[in-house]
């Protein structure tokens, strides 16, 4: 079965740092990836989606890339701030009727 | 605009009691999605919708039935709640049916404790 693994439970940079989470994934690619953000107690936030046939995706400090050769998604945040703070989920979508599966995610801080 | 709203926020539960866990979404999308976060396991989905008067079966289905009655509304009972079931519920919706790319948006969750 497909298996979806977040590279750590935890990262931990400085402020101003440039944050990379994982993202890897076994078995038949994805038609597409999302990233979430889920904050404690709240329910995830959806960031950033990509296509299995782009490389990369940019949305103001956040930059997604998508390796289908070697099953994987990188996931950045440039200049990182303590409120970026939070726990990141990648989803990925196989076109099948269970729809889309979730990483068990990173929880990421950032201390100033 | 509230987006998706789920009651209760919290909930104590014997075990062997029936229990419905409310979702509401004002957006009009097509479908809906119940999901469930356990330490370590992630988001698992239990039951979808992808129009009203359909529902599937998702990942962890067992103990669980949904109903999809208008295109508002897509409640979750739990028949005879076990302690396994004891979790944090998200009730999610996403505009298309058809499950292309598509992004989810979340409900706050409910926390549930069955003793």
């Known amino acids: 079965s497909q298996k979806i693994e977040q590279n750590s439970e935890a990262l931990n940079i400085q402020e101003g740092k440039t944050a990379t989470l994982t993202c890897n994934y076994t078995?038949?690619?994805?038609?597409?990836l999302q990233w979430y953000r889920q904050d404690p107690g709240r329910g995830p936030v959806f960031l950033l989606l990509i296509r299995e046939n782009e490389k990369e995706k940019r949305k103001e400090r956040l930059k997604v890339t998508f390796d289908t050769t070697l099953k994987q998604s990188l996931f950045h945040i440039t200049a990182s701030q303590p409120a970026d703070s939070a726990t990141y989920l990648c989803?990925?979508?196989?076109?099948?009727?269970?729809?889309?599966?979730f990483g068990s995610g990173t929880r990421l801080s950032i201390r100033p | 605009i509230a987006g998706i709203t789920q009651a209760p926020t919290s909930q104590i539960l014997a075990a062997g009691r029936r229990m419905t866990l409310r979702c509401t979404q004002d957006?009009?999308?097509?479908?809906m999605y119940w999901y469930r976060q356990d330490l370590g396991l992630g988001l698992r989905l239990i039951h979808y919708s992808n129009t009203a008067g359909t529902t599937g079966k998702g990942e962890v289905p067992d103990g669980y039935s949904v109903s999809r009655a208008n295109t508002d509304d897509f409640p979750l009972t739990l028949a005879s709640a076990v302690p396994s079931q004891t979790s944090v519920y998200f009730c999610?919706?996403?505009?298309?049916?058809?499950?292309?790319?598509?992004?989810?948006?979340f409900g706050p969750g409910t926390r549930l404790t069955v003793l």
């Open positions: 989803a990925l979508d196989f076109s099948s009727a269970s729809k889309i599966i």
């Open positions: 078995n038949y690619s994805p038609a597409y």
């Open positions: 999610a919706s996403s505009e298309s049916s058809s499950g292309s790319v598509d992004e989810q948006f």
């Open positions: 957006m009009r999308h097509n479908a």
